[in-house]
């Protein structure tokens, strides 16, 4: 009996093994193409910025505000005709606020670039589509330009925006934009395992560690600051 009871469990163990292998390669490959697509919007966000920043020799502001003072168009809406979204770009009534009824339905449109295939949620409770990305309000600073000249801590060396797990915005909501030091950290929720990935100001995305030292980070955050930013 006890050599009967191996042998069946050798052979259940033959038989499970190519099983879980099978199973582990197909969600380390599903894992890999989300991180892929992730990394290829936001490459593309970087791109969109950097042609308006071509055209208008200037980023744009992380939000813009009516006459009055009150917030009401994104920086994601502003760089639409760079993402390929033009026509959505021509519907949206810049001189209403993105939440007007008159631009409702324009920004219920998901844009695809937008979204990371690892996130579930692409809609807001009221409807509006969501963004998985954040501007850093460092850079785009709401109401205010600044230029590459402005950065003076060097593009490479400064985060213009960052996926997040949690707290999504609208795409069209001027207060989607944040300070990475808020969002990225060992108590905050991460969108990848144990990190997230940034959009640097020269256009490259890496992958940065929950755990990564405060002051790189900090570093990282500001265009100016003059801080010297160590290997993360």
Not at 13 to 20: D, K, N, R, V
Not at 138 to 155: A, H, M, Q, W
């Amino acid at each position: 009996p006890v050599l009967l009871i191996i042998l069946v469990s050798l052979l259940l163990i033959g038989i499970g093994l190519p099983i879980y292998d099978k199973i582990r390669s197909h969600f380390q490959k599903r894992s890999y193409r989300r991180h892929q697509l992730t990394r290829r919007n936001m490459k593309q966000i970087g791109l969109a910025l950097h042609n308006y920043h071509e055209m208008y020799q200037t980023l744009p502001p992380g939000a813009i505000f009516s006459e009055r003072g009150r917030p009401e168009h994104s920086w994601q809406a502003l760089i639409l005709p760079f993402v390929e979204q033009e026509f959505l770009f021509k519907r949206i009534d810049f001189k209403k606020p993105w939440n007007d009824p008159a631009n409702q339905k324009v920004f219920q449109e998901e844009v695809p670039v937008y979204l990371s295939p690892k996130v579930k949620m692409n809609y807001s409770p009221d409807g509006y589509a969501l963004s998985h990305f954040v501007g850093n309000q460092l850079v785009l600073k709401p109401g205010t330009n600044i230029s590459f000249e402005d950065i003076r801590d060097g593009t490479s060396n400064t985060i213009f925006a960052m996926e997040i797990a949690e707290n999504f915005k609208p795409w069209g909501d001027p207060s989607s934009l944040t300070d990475p030091t808020k969002v990225i950290g060992p108590d905050m929720k991460t969108p990848s395992t144990g990190g997230s990935f940034i959009l640097l100001g020269d256009g490259t995305v890496r992958y940065i560690s929950k755990d990564v030292d405060p002051a790189v980070l900090k570093a990282l955050s500001t265009p100016d600051g003059g801080e010297e930013v160590g290997e993360y």
